[in-house]
């Protein structure tokens, strides 16, 4: 059965912390992980990682996949209130109709 | 550039009664279209995907269909609505990565 799993569920840290979070997946016929940001209502895109080893920077997001171990992390350096939101991860899984397999999501939220 | 329109945004319903909601992709063609569902505590649950007019594929059995009358056009719907068809549905889109609809919030009450 294809799934994905996310650590923690959720996280609560102060503004300025580093966060790590956990992406895991077993998911047959691999095309890319995806990182989803999602707030009031729907997500929006973060990252898409399709090769091992290669860290995705977006300003103070980053994010890195190993497909051998079948992980991604999802990094927030100098975390700010504004990061507060549910982290989505996702699998594109090939073949027809490409499918997206999501995690329950990590609900962080920064403290001033 | 394409977006997704998807509506209503929020919609109140008595149990047993019809759904239907309606997602339009604009700005590409032949998308492959999803419908996913997202209950409180749950994370994303696919429901539905197509890959092109009038094919469907159903991932969990439930109360729900799905349709695709146009090439860039989704609808899901229901006949008689359950106390559990309660949740946030979203619609998207994919290229390389799925792009979403602003979602509904469905209440069944």
């Known amino acids: 059965e294809d799934k994905v799993v996310q650590s923690p569920l959720s996280l609560v840290v102060h503004e300025g912390d580093t966060v790590t979070l956990n992406c895991s997946y077993e998911?047959?016929?691999?095309?890319?992980l995806l990182w989803y940001k999602q707030e009031k209502k729907a997500p929006t895109f973060l990252f898409m990682l399709?090769?091992?080893?290669i860290e995705k920077k977006s300003g103070r997001l980053s994010s890195i996949l190993d497909k051998k171990e079948l992980f991604s992390i999802l990094n927030i350096t100098a975390t700010q209130t504004g990061d507060s939101a549910i982290y989505l991860c996702?699998?594109?899984?090939?073949?027809?109709?490409?499918?997206?397999?999501f995690g329950t999501g990590t609900s962080l939220t920064v403290i001033p | 550039s394409q977006t997704i329109h998807q509506w209503p945004a929020t919609l109140v319903q008595p149990v047993g009664s019809p759904l239907s909601l309606e997602c339009t992709v604009e700005g590409t063609s032949n998308p492959n279209l999803y419908w996913y569902r997202q209950a409180a505590g749950r994370g994303l649950q696919l429901l539905f995907y197509s890959v092109g007019i009038g094919q469907i594929s159903s991932e969990v059995p439930q109360n729900l269909s799905a349709s695709r009358p146009q090439d860039r056009q989704f609808i899901l719907s229901s006949k008689k609505l359950l106390l559990s068809d309660s949740g946030f549905y979203l619609c998207a889109w994919s290229v390389d990565s799925a792009f979403f609809g602003q979602g509904t919030r469905l209440t069944v009450v």
């Open positions: 996702a699998v594109e899984a090939g073949g027809t109709g490409n499918q997206f397999y």
């Open positions: 399709t090769s091992s080893g």
């Open positions: 998911v047959t016929n691999f095309r890319s």
